[in-house]
């Protein structure tokens, strides 16, 4: 049979959900595969010991580790339970193993005269450890039983595998990566969802701007790059590539509204006549689509819209500047989110007691724990837990360092804000308008009052506490770094990400007292003030902190989220953003980043897009990568305010030695 040809297997192929030890036939391809991603594809597994194949309907048989036990070796699947890990080491790890597992799918690409021109792909899963010999011997069993006019390209599915290629030819293994594969996708997930709107698609940031004001609950914001201050809807669009960490889809997790890449959006707006239209927007892992509503949904307004965020009282009373490592995560209320974070982080780091297990001790049925796992992770497999706790407070602190600095309180803030009667009245007027909801006033009071902070003068008393908590670094001349840290970011359902100012070129006592300025004003931005509105945090409660650090150069920088952003049930992955330099260039969007998924309970990681740069990483900076996710995962026991599954969002960068600093760590909104 071939894939081309043969029809006669396909009908009793489909009954039974497998075929065994037939040659694939186009026909019996397309009864037995599913869809994903958008591209029809099947399970496969190849018995060794037999020198037999099986073809897996996906929709009957959607794991191919319950196939193998029960249909295959007569397992029952309360024994597969039982033994469920030490079964997946022997299919995916195992170097003898009798069995290679893989999925199997199809592709085309259009030669330059639009025809189609159709392939295969062959890939094992992500946990999937085989050896090249195996890898070769897996491509070749499947190369002699489909269609040898289609070409059969191997997909490496994490990074060793790529290691163990580098060694065979493609002649002899012809091979695609992932990003070359996935890299000009049409439809990408951000943030999966459904929604109901009406579509309005802007062509360009003028025609976005002209409309903006009106903007409402029940919009579907369409454009090329949305900006950083787009306002609550009800999705979004992006028509040119972003990632999922960028700072719009940090928003749309935290709003818990659809967001995707839609590259030909041009043509389904002309197709359906879209813009403007009600539809339906869904934004699954494998699929997008938008579908036109004949008649406007009668829809109820969100949640959101009436909800509420309560914050502590901020402790504005004489407050002392105090260096970072001084600083607890309760100290929030009194210097802000971010530098209490960076404070309990020094505490983790410097005490090495913290728990960081908890995120492994938790059940994951059918397994009681990960903790074996763990042990592998640590290179202590079978250890007791109270060993693992040893282990993992020597690997996070062996991994990453905590930023040194200072954190300037609230109270500079305070004794600034009322230094000046000008100011006071600015932000008697701003309070004024937002408890009238005189909403088109807003903007221009804010701007009014950043513009008054800027040339209001630091009282002496306030200026003496900045410059004197830093006293060498200004001596020296270095640069610095100045962050600001509020007690309005980082809570549940209002992440704030992006909304308030930092400053990362200063030297000198005078442009420190103008950047801790320019963070103060930040606060009163239009943008920041509207967002906290919206939720009903009211002006009078939201206070500036400000951290003070010594710039670090960076080779490399990103952002690490501790779970898998398209993915919400896979507890394995960190998903790692990163782009030569700081940071600020990934969540800012300037550029495109290298992405990568890191598998912390199996081990292994994947590259899954190379950004702008067009190539790789190299293979120690990836291993290095690895070991970031991991200190990330465990520092996530820690920082789980109530649950260790609760993901956390890092910003972190590289120094040419190759340490990594974590520059920030909050909780990821999703």
């Excluded at 339906?280 to 509503?293: I, K, P, Q, S």
């Excluded at 210097?335 to 938790?362: I, P």
């Excluded at 600001?484 to 930092?502: C, M, V």
Aim: net charge negative; hydrophobic share 40%; proline share 7%.
């Amino acid at each position: 049979m071939t894939l081309a040809q043969d029809t006669s297997r396909a009908p009793e192929a489909a009954g039974d959900g497998t075929a065994v030890g037939v040659n694939l036939s186009l026909p019996l391809f397309r009864t037995l595969s599913g869809v994903l991603a958008g591209h029809p594809y099947l399970k496969v597994v190849v018995d060794r010991a037999e020198d037999t194949w099986h073809v897996l309907d996906t929709r009957v048989h959607p794991f191919h580790v319950d196939y193998i036990a029960t249909r295959v070796l007569g397992m029952t699947p309360q024994q597969l339970d039982a033994q469920l890990d030490a079964f997946n080491a022997s299919v995916y790890m195992a170097p003898d193993r009798r069995f290679l597992l893989g999925v199997l799918s199809l592709h085309s690409d259009q030669d330059p005269d639009g025809t189609d021109r159709p392939f295969l792909v062959l890939e094992t899963t992500e946990a999937d450890t085989m050896h090249g010999a195996l890898l070769q011997e897996f491509y070749d069993y499947v190369r002699h039983r489909v269609d040898g006019r289609l070409p059969l390209l191997l997909k490496p599915a994490n990074h060793g595998q790529e290691h163990e290629l580098a060694a065979i030819g493609d002649a002899r293994l012809p091979r695609i990566l992932s990003q070359d594969l996935f890299g000009t996708r049409t439809r990408t997930c951000l943030n999966p969802g459904v929604a109901q709107g009406r579509l309005r698609y802007f062509r360009s940031a003028r025609e976005y701007r002209s409309a903006a004001a009106d903007l409402g609950w029940s919009d579907i914001v369409a454009m090329a790059g949305l900006p950083d201050d787009v306002p609550r809807v009800a999705g979004f669009v992006n028509t040119a590539p972003t990632t999922p960490l960028s700072h719009t889809n940090v928003l749309a997790s935290g709003w818990g509204i659809p967001n995707a890449i839609v590259r030909d959006l041009d043509a389904l707006v002309e197709r359906h006549a879209l813009d403007g239209a009600w539809v339906t927007y869904r934004v699954r892992e494998d699929t997008v689509t938008l579908e036109r509503l004949k008649a406007a949904p009668a829809l109820e307004r969100p949640v959101w819209d009436t909800q509420r965020i309560h914050i502590a009282a901020p402790l504005i009373g004489d407050a002392p500047v105090l260096d970072l490592h001084r600083l607890r995560v309760d100290d929030r209320d009194s210097h802000g989110t971010k530098a209490a974070h960076l404070g309990e982080l020094h505490h983790v780091l410097d005490r090495r007691t913290a728990d960081l297990t908890a995120f492994y001790a938790r059940p994951r049925p059918p397994r009681p724990d990960l903790l074996a796992h763990l042990g592998a992770r640590l290179g202590e497999p079978g250890a007791p837990l109270a060993r693992l706790r040893a282990l993992a407070a020597e690997r996070v602190a062996g991994t990453v360092r905590a930023p040194r600095g200072v954190a300037l309180p609230f109270h500079l803030h305070h004794l600034y804000l009322t230094s000046s009667p000008a100011l006071q009245q600015g932000i008697g007027k701003l309070k004024m308008a937002l408890e009238l909801d005189a909403l088109d006033m807003i903007d221009s009071l804010c701007l009014d009052l950043q513009h008054l902070m800027r040339g209001t003068p630091v009282p002496e008393e306030v200026a003496r506490a900045i410059t004197g908590a830093v006293p060498q670094l200004l001596a020296d001349d270095r640069r610095l770094v100045v962050r600001s840290s509020s007690n309005a970011e980082d809570l549940p359902g209002f992440s704030a990400a992006g909304i308030y100012d930092s400053v990362t070129t200063v030297r000198g006592a005078r442009q420190l007292l103008d950047a801790v300025v320019h963070v103060w004003a930040s606060l009163v931005s239009p943008r920041s003030v509207r967002m906290r509105h919206e939720v009903g945090i009211p002006l009078d409660d939201t206070y500036m902190g400000v951290i003070i650090q010594e710039y670090t150069p960076a080779d490399l920088g990103g952002v690490l989220v501790t779970c898998n952003p398209t993915r919400r049930e896979d507890f394995r992955n960190v998903y790692i953003n990163c782009t030569p330099g700081s940071p600020e260039h990934v969540v800012d969007g300037t550029v495109l980043p290298h992405q990568y998924l890191y598998n912390t309970v199996e081990g292994g990681g994947r590259t899954v897009a190379v950004g702008s740069s067009g190539t790789d990483l190299p293979p120690d900076t990836r291993a290095a990568l690895a070991r970031l996710a991991l200190a990330g995962r465990l520092l996530q026991s820690h920082f789980g305010t109530d649950d260790p599954d609760e993901a956390l969002d890092i910003e972190w960068l590289m120094t040419a030695e190759g340490a990594f600093h974590l520059v920030q760590v909050r909780p990821y909104a999703r």
